[in-house]
């Protein structure tokens, strides 16, 4: 579980805590579970029994070089050597979930070249995806909530994106004020 945000409240509930335990569902007792919640937020997956795993207390993720070709991370084990590994995916938000990924794989008992291979073969359309359109650069980010537009303007100024036009368009069910709230100190308001 890569973290939970406020997003689909009328269905999975108001606080992230009620989030959290929604979402805790999927979990099984005794069967191997990675997180990166906040540690406020484990006992929620602890009550289920599973044999979870969290950042910070199994394991450490290190971000490395950000560029528009990927994500450099480790993954850095206690008293082990670190896994150096590379995704395709843009931003520190992507490694986290990458190194999260590759860890669930390792639990699972998928060998470290398989889990590069795989990271390699990484591709998520729509997530600070890079187009090219008759001659002119876009980047297209499907993002739907503040954490999300948060993470999005974040791994833009990463890459030294700062002279961009951003178009912005949400559904009526999403926090639109918090999204561009986000996103407002890296571009102009437009309405």
């Given at each position: ?15 992230l ?5 929604e ?28 044999d ?63 889990v ?58 999403k ?17």
């Open positions: 579980m890569t973290n939970v945000a406020l997003d689909h409240t009328e269905l999975l509930g108001h606080t805590g009620e989030i959290a335990v979402k805790a569902g999927i979990l099984r007792p005794g069967r191997p579970a990675v997180t990166a919640l906040d540690p406020d937020l484990w006992p929620a997956l602890q009550a289920t029994g599973a979870l795993w969290a950042v910070g207390r199994d394991f450490q993720v290190e971000t490395g070089a950000i560029s528009e070709r990927g994500s450099h991370f480790a993954v850095v084990w206690p008293g082990q050597q670190p896994w150096e590994l590379q995704t395709p995916l843009i931003g520190q938000h992507s490694a986290r979930n990458a190194a999260l990924a590759a860890v669930a794989a390792h639990r699972l008992g998928v060998e470290l070249p398989a590069r291979a795989g990271l390699a073969q990484t591709h998520w359309p729509g997530r600070l995806e890079r187009l090219k359109v008759q001659g002119q650069t876009f980047w297209l980010d499907g993002t739907h909530n503040p954490a999300g537009a948060q993470a999005t303007a974040e791994a833009l100024r990463a890459l030294g994106l700062e002279d961009l036009t951003l178009i912005f368009g949400a559904a009526a069910d926090d639109v004020a918090g999204v561009a709230a986000a996103l407002a100190p890296r571009w102009a308001a437009y309405s």
